[in-house]
C-alpha cells in the first residue's frame, strides 16, 4: 500500500488545523469561561451604578435609601436591580446611618488587584461577596 504525497499533506494539515484550535483555546478563554466573565462584568457595573444611585440618595437626603430601587427612582434612571442570570435581586442591607451592605455572586475570582482606581467591586472572589459601603457625596 503506498501513500501518496497528497495523503501525507492532507494528515499534516488536518493536524496543523487541530493543534491550532486546541492552542486558541489554550491561549483564550473557552466560550463558556468568556459568558462566566462576561457575566461578572456586568455584576461589577450593576453594583457601580446601584452604589452611585445610593450616593445621590446620600448626597440630597443625608439619609441611606430602604432599598436600591427607591434610590434610582428619585434619580430616574434605571439600572439592573437583579442578577443576569439568577434574576434574584442583589442584597442590599443597611448597617448603621450612614454605611450600608451590597452584595453579588460572582461566578469567578476577579483578576483585578484590590480597589483598582478605588472601586471596592473590581476585586472580588467566586461565590458570594459582600461589599461594606458609606454613603458619600458624589464626587469625593
Known amino acids: 500500500m503506498t501513500v501518496s504525497l497528497r495523503s501525507i499533506l492532507g494528515i499534516v494539515a488536518t493536524a496543523a488545523a487541530v493543534a491550532a484550535v486546541v492552542g486558541g483555546f489554550m491561549l483564550v478563554d473557552s466560550p463558556a469561561e468568556a459568558r462566566l466573565k462576561r457575566l461578572d462584568g456586568r455584576r461589577v457595573e450593576d453594583l457601580r451604578q446601584i452604589a452611585s444611585a445610593v450616593d ?8 441611606l435609601p430602604a432599598s436600591p430601587a427607591e ?11 437583579r442578577d443576569p442570570v439568577t434574576e434574584e435581586p442583589y442584597p442590599y442591607r443597611v448597617i448603621d446611618a450612614r454605611q450600608y ?3 453579588a455572586t460572582f461566578d469567578r475570582a476577579s483578576d483585578a ?8 467591586f473590581w476585586s472580588h472572589t467566586a461565590g458570594q461577596q459582600c461589599f461594606t459601603l458609606k454613603g458619600r457625596e458624589r464626587g469625593r
Open 113 to 120: 488587584p484590590p480597589s483598582r482606581y478605588g472601586d471596592p
Open 71 to 81: 434610590a434610582l427612582a428619585a434619580v430616574e434612571w434605571q439600572a439592573a436591580l
Open 56 to 63: 445621590g440618595h446620600w448626597a440630597r437626603h443625608q439619609t
Open 101 to 103: 451592605e451590597l452584595c
